[in-house]
């Protein structure tokens, strides 16, 4: 079965940076897409920035100019570089992937476990 990983999170100080990092394992045919999400308590899971099928970047509004997300397609890894982290963006974050585990089957949607960031004031 499919297995995404995340790590990087952590407790970080208004203005400090964190790197996210997503690893994908298992069989994997091919990834369509990957994106990084977000959940505060109480709150509806959120978009915070993902690559689509043409290779754009979606950007939150909320993390534009702050965050930066990148890949390596050969190593089936995303990452998220936060910056000019604010009190706000406290959440547990988690990879997302849109893939298809054989060359014939359905493209399906896959999620991390999360990573817990907390930005303190």
């Known amino acids: 079965q499919v297995q995404l990983v995340e790590s990087g999170g952590g407790l970080v100080q208004a203005g400090g940076s964190l790197r996210l990092s997503c690893v994908a394992s298992g069989i994997i045919f091919s990834i369509d897409e990957m994106g990084w999400y977000r959940q505060a308590p109480g709150k509806q899971r959120e978009l915070v920035a993902e690559?689509?099928?043409?290779?754009?970047?979606n950007y939150a509004d909320s993390v534009k100019g702050r965050f930066t997300m990148s890949r390596d397609n050969a190593k089936n890894t995303g990452n998220l570089q936060m910056g000019n982290l604010k009190p706000e963006d406290t959440a547990d974050y988690y990879c997302k992937i849109r893939a298809k585990t054989v060359s014939w089957g359905l493209l399906r949607d896959y999620w991390g476990q999360g990573t817990q960031v907390t930005v303190s004031s």
């Open positions: 690559f689509i099928s043409d290779g754009r970047i």
